[in-house]
């Protein structure tokens, strides 16, 4: 089955900690993304990618970093610059840019313990 | 800048009840919008693309409609397995193909 699929489902962050969230696809889309969804707000842009070994800052990316070193892979670290990082991690894909659909995998929750 | 406003933010119906879900926009050129489903804890599911003024889609109990300002998603005889989030996004002409989202509407149905 072709999909998105993001792990892990739940993280812990200690402060001071950097944590990577994974997120891969085997539905060979060009496009990624990482959005933060936060309790009454909107989904928020942190990071997207058109292609590989390339991506821009969204409205939030103060505290984040990707790579995208593979067509199917987006990790997004959460660094220790983040001081409000507990929220719910959602990453989706699109085929290419245009009117294309996003596709979002199942989401990582992330506390700070 | 490009907005979304969806109304109301929460709506309780009980089973059978029809209702509409409403989403408003400003664009400077719509090249899409969407409509998600988000169940509790779950990533969004997509529904829907709208392109032009006038146009609809349907799936099973759902029917999204779209205008030059406003899209309605209309709930018929709503099931309680309904009961999500519902998210709408929509996609501007000319710069970043980023969507922009709307704080989403929580359905709740009842039995």
């Known amino acids: 089955d072709g999909g998105i699929t993001q792990s892990p489902k739940y993280l812990f962050r200690k402060e001071g900690q950097n944590v990577t969230l994974s997120c891969e696809q085997n539905?060979?889309?060009?496009?990624m993304y990482w959005y933060r969804q936060d309790p009454g707000q909107g989904l928020r842009l942190i990071y997207y990618?058109?292609?590989?070994?390339?991506?821009q800052k969204g409205d939030i990316a103060e505290g984040y970093s990707v790579s995208r070193e593979k067509k199917e892979s987006f990790p997004l670290t959460v660094t220790s610059a983040q001081k409000n990082p507990t929220a719910f991690y959602l990453c989706?894909?699109?085929?290419?840019?245009?009117?294309?659909?996003?596709?979002f995998g199942p989401g990582t929750r992330l506390l700070v313990l | 800048e490009d907005q979304v406003t969806q109304s109301p933010e929460a709506l309780r119906l009980q089973e059978g009840e029809s209702s509409s879900l409403n989403c408003s926009y400003t664009?400077?050129?719509?090249?899409?919008l969407f409509w998600y489903r988000q169940d509790p804890g779950k990533g969004p599911e997509f529904l829907f693309t709208l392109y032009s003024a006038g146009e609809e889609k349907e799936k099973e109990r759902l029917k999204a409609t779209l205008t030059k300002k406003e899209s309605f998603l209309h709930i018929t005889a709503p099931k309680p397995e309904d009961s999500a989030t519902y998210l709408c996004a929509v996609q501007a002409k000319g710069g970043s193909y980023i969507p922009t989202f709307g704080r989403g509407t929580s359905l709740i149905v009842h039995p």
């Open positions: 664009v400077s050129g719509l090249r899409g």
């Open positions: 539905l060979n889309h060009d496009a």
């Open positions: 989706a894909s699109s085929i290419t840019s245009g009117v294309e659909t996003q596709y």
């Open positions: 990618s058109q292609i590989v070994n390339d991506f």
